[in-house]
């Protein structure tokens, strides 16, 4: 077992000592690359669509609230679907500005 790691060990040296240290390419197949760029793209466009839908609901209970006479908190359920579309929106763009090549 000592043995084992004494070569490791002298080995490692050897690579840092010459440079010869392995920098494999960090580039994803064009298949892989292509399937989970539709996927993202699909998610984008569900999670832009529930927005839309859910400001659509949201607007619409509070029409019915206003005609009913009923004061309701719509008003913080509408800024919950705006902070879900703008973190929706936000999502790509930050991303890439972390992981930019």
């Not at 539709?38 to 209970?61: E, H, K, Q, R, Y």
Request: glycine share 14%.
């Amino acid at each position: 077992m000592k043995d084992t790691l004494n070569s490791l060990y002298s080995g490692g040296l050897n690579y840092l000592a010459t440079g010869d240290v392995p920098d494999p390419e960090r580039k994803a197949p064009s298949e892989l690359s292509d399937a989970v760029n539709t996927v993202l793209g699909i998610a984008g466009w569900a999670g832009t669509a529930a927005g839309v839908a859910g400001v659509l609901v949201t607007g619409m209970m509070m029409a019915i609230s206003v005609k009913r006479g009923e004061g309701s908190e719509h008003l913080s359920r509408l800024g919950m679907v705006l902070g879900g579309c703008v973190l929706v929106a936000t999502a790509g763009p930050i991303i890439q500005f972390f992981f930019q090549d």
